[in-house]
């Protein structure tokens, strides 16, 4: 009985062979990582644009403006980059904007969104985003503690400048027990956005009258 054996050619033992394969493979990797991304970025677009005007509508009342939030927004030279300002708008008045103002944790930054009115009244703070301990820091959460519920209505004058800190350092506002640092740094921030707006308030609150001319 014979036997027959199949040689392997020998164009396969060639390194260029092997490169040339494994390039072809990670081509075609490539392209469907791409085709993906691109099926796939409207949707997550899309939904990022929810999540926002979902907490736009939690820092501002929806009776106090006429116009889609998401739409009418201007970016502010800061001294930290530029900064997307979202404005409420009553005709052409300003009756409030919000922005995202950060502050340091425990366990890394807190990203909080912050609506004020135009006169310089806080409407409302949302957490955004933070890393802080689960059961101790998440407490800023609104949908774990009213907290933060606690800045509504607060303005550089009430309280005062100074009492703008969590009791354990001479303030207004309560810390959590065991953590400290996490309410500490959201005071901080919302107190931020509040000098922010002070020392912004005519460029903010005239920014829809000043489009309209500029458009005339």
Known sequence: MSTTTVANPSYRQRVGYQAALL???????????????????????QREAEDLLASLEQVIPTQLHDNALLADSITLDTADG???????????????????????????????????????????????????????????????????????????????????AVKKDGGDFDQFSGATITPRAVVSAVKDGLELFAARR??????AVQQVSSDE
Request: proline letters at 4%.
């Open 23 to 45: 390039g072809g493979f990670a081509l075609v990797a490539a392209a469907m990582l791409v085709i993906g991304d691109i099926a796939t970025r409207d949707a997550i677009a």
């Open 82 to 164: 530029e900064l997307r300002v979202y404005r409420a708008l009553q005709g052409l008045d300003v009756a409030g904007v919000a922005f995202e103002t950060v502050g340091q944790g425990y366990a890394g930054p807190i990203r909080v969104l912050l609506g004020i009115d135009a006169d310089g009244r806080v409407l409302g703070a949302r957490v955004l985003s933070h890393t802080e301990t689960p059961g101790l820091g998440d407490k800023i959460e609104v949908a774990r503690d009213d907290w933060i519920l606690s800045f509504d209505g607060k303005s550089l004058g009430e309280p005062p400048p100074e009492r703008w």
């Open 202 to 207: 005519d460029a903010l609150t005239a920014s």
